[in-house]
């Protein structure tokens, strides 16, 4: 199966499980900026998520990302990511894997909240799923022929600092990455700045499919800040971002069109995802082995 397809075939699988329970708690609308909150200990998440986009004179691709996001204590949340894309008049391949472990640094809340990320990535250099942007990123790097990029494998480690703010029910966070290619070229510097609210703060009487507070709406800022031999914003790829999500029961789905703002950023993206949490999953893998 094409991973076009395996994209689809999740996604229409994980929309199929909308009648289950309700979440304990509502999900930010974001796709690049991460936020303080952890996984629920012993619960997985399974998200599909898409982007596509089309550099300047250059063929359109979509690129598929299957996550599998597991909390394994409460200040430890450990995600799996697997990679694949499909260009136009090209090919569809898959592009690699990436492994994410986020700390929560202080577990009670303050005023500001710290979170420690760090991923391991084992990609193609035909992986277009951007789910960041730093150094000097560019849609240029979308016009190498499938062939040709895929000859091409990195290994390199992602760091974050991330950290982020919840008062009168927005939320506001900030992220600086940091991204060396263990191959030895110098470190990549990039930001991601994002704010949302829910559309309303106060539960309807009824539970309804599309009451306001099912909603969230924000907007994302994200871009590259060059590397260490030149951190600089100039030739680098700024993006902006609204993003739109929507709850219904474990489900959450979330969109958003992206707009690039300099020469070197894709001029329009769309990017677009479907999640599901399994409540109490890892307990219920252990009582298989009791």
């Known amino acids: 199966?094409?991973?076009?397809r395996l994209f689809c075939v999740t996604v229409l699988l994980v929309s199929a499980l909308l009648a289950d329970r309700v979440c304990e708690a509502g999900e930010r609308p974001y796709f690049v900026t991460y936020e303080q909150t952890m996984e629920e200990p012993g619960n997985l998440e399974i998200e599909a998520?898409?982007?596509?986009?089309?550099?300047?004179?250059g063929n359109t691709f979509l690129s598929g990302v299957t996550e599998f996001e597991y909390g394994a204590k409460g200040w430890w949340t450990t995600e799996f990511y697997l990679d694949g894309q499909t260009t136009q008049n090209e090919s569809t391949l898959f592009t690699g894997f990436r492994w994410e472990n986020r700390f929560r640094l202080l577990m009670k809340e303050?005023?500001?909240?710290?979170?420690?990320?760090?991923?391991?990535?084992?990609?193609?250099?035909?992986?277009?799923?951007?789910?960041?942007?730093v150094g000097?990123?560019?849609?240029y790097d979308g016009l190498v022929p499938n062939r040709q990029a895929s000859r091409e494998w990195e290994h390199e480690i992602e760091t974050r600092l991330i950290l982020s703010s919840n008062a009168n029910?927005?939320?506001?966070?900030?992220?600086f990455l940091a991204e060396k290619n263990l191959a030895g070229?110098?470190?990549?510097?990039?930001?991601?700045v994002a704010v949302s609210r829910p559309l309303a703060l106060l539960a309807s009487a009824n539970?309804?499919?599309?009451?306001?507070?099912?909603?969230?709406?924000?907007?994302?800022?994200?871009?590259?800040?060059g590397t260490t031999d030149r951190f600089t914003l100039h030739g680098t790829s700024q993006y902006v971002a609204p993003t739109l999500s929507w709850q219904i029961h474990n489900t959450v789905v979330k969109i958003s069109p992206t707009i690039g703002m300099t020469s070197a950023s894709y001029p329009v993206m769309l990017r677009f995802g479907v999640s599901y949490?399994?409540?109490?999953?890892?307990?219920?893998?252990?009582?298989?082995?009791h």
């Open 207 to 225: 539970e309804c499919v599309f009451c306001p507070e099912n909603f969230q709406a924000g907007v994302e800022f994200y871009g590259g800040l």
């Open 49 to 57: 998520r898409g982007l596509t986009a089309s550099p300047q004179a």
């Open 110 to 133: 303050h005023k500001i909240n710290p979170v420690f990320y760090i991923e391991y990535e084992n990609i193609s250099g035909a992986d277009k799923s951007l789910l960041e942007v």
């Open 169 to 175: 029910g927005w939320n506001i966070s900030e992220n």
């Open 136 to 139: 000097f990123d560019s849609q």
């Open 277 to 289: 949490e399994f409540s109490g999953f890892g307990r219920k893998v252990a009582s298989l082995f």
């Open 1 to 4: 199966m094409s991973t076009a």
């Open 185 to 192: 070229n110098p470190w990549e510097f990039g930001y991601s």
